[in-house]
């Protein structure tokens, strides 16, 4: 095993990976926070949906719970823009950055 910074996070990995083989407790996965979690799973839901040709509005009422807008008031929805926003971390994502995701965030 590699014995750089991203050893620890190898071993912890390793550690979830041994638990879950041998049928014991596996502890909780403390790369993301819940909230990250959250917002993941947003991306990857928007981008699906954007993938099967749904509309902005549309990925805002599934995603966001967001109620139909008329046009004049979509284009100054706050909900357009994080949709905007979802859109484009999920292309980083998909692109390689849910690399990212596999290691702890370390101070400098």
């Known amino acids: 095993m590699p014995l750089g910074l991203e050893g620890f996070d190898?071993?912890?990995a390793l550690?979830?990976?041994?638990?879950?083989?041998?049928?014991r407790r596996v502890p909780p996965d403390s790369?993301?926070?819940p909230q990250?979690?959250?917002?993941a799973r947003r991306m990857l839901q928007a981008?699906?949906?954007s993938r099967h040709g749904a509309t902005?509005?549309?990925i805002?009422?599934?995603v966001l719970r967001q109620e139909p807008l008329a046009r004049d008031d979509w284009q100054v929805a706050s909900t357009r823009f994080v949709v905007m926003a979802l859109l484009r971390e999920a292309r980083a994502m998909i692109a390689?950055?849910?690399r990212k995701l596999l290691r702890h965030r370390r101070r400098s």
């Open 96 to 98: 390689g950055g849910y």
């Open 31 to 33: 790369r993301l926070t």
């Open 10 to 12: 190898r071993l912890e």
């Open 60 to 62: 805002a009422q599934v």
């Open 56 to 58: 902005q509005q549309d």
């Open 15 to 23: 550690y979830r990976f041994l638990a879950a083989l041998h049928r």
């Open 47 to 49: 981008w699906d949906g």
């Open 36 to 39: 990250q979690r959250a917002r």
